[in-house]
């Protein structure tokens, strides 16, 4: 329900506002709806009890989201630190890791976080940024020589989903309420410019 209702607000938000950037609307719209794809299998994963799918699907869920919010307001990104280049230019957002995407909504304020990537995780305390995190380590796990070293013999279990379900769906709730903030003042400039 909350990617639906991020989804809207894109839509509504920024339907003939959009400045180009490197998806069209329809291409965003699109990216919706594939996270909720994978937001869907990953519930067909709970109830198969297959956690270790279901955290590596909510971790591509919360990519899709990543890819299309920070396409939405793209001024942003460009002077944003840590935004990844190759050849001198920014790296077309289709070739950026979820690491990139990840770093890049912590710092325009879109993930508030405390924690470096290497930091060790605790859940007190720590804003969603750092929460994100957890989502993506765990979807990392994806990759044998990951796994072997952080989990060794070690199971994902029902606890990670159900964490990788709340933390994501959190994020969309936080990035929606950001999004819509993003598009009142991206109005607000362009009145202001007589852009209309």
Known sequence: MQFQKLLNVIIVGISGEMIDFDFTLDQQIEIYHIAILYKGEARKCYLGK??????????????GVLLATLNTVPQLISDAKGVPHKDGKIKPLEDWKLEELIRVAE??????????SESKWNKINIPKGDYVRLVQQIRNLVHPIEYEIKFGRKKVTKKYLDACFDIVDSAVIHL???IKINLSELRKEKKRRGLN
């Open 176 to 178: 929606s309420a950001i």
């Open 107 to 116: 710092y325009i304020g879109w993930l508030p976080t405390f924690l470096s």
């Open 50 to 63: 297959a956690y270790l799918a279901g955290c590596i699907l909510m971790g591509a869920a919360l990519e």
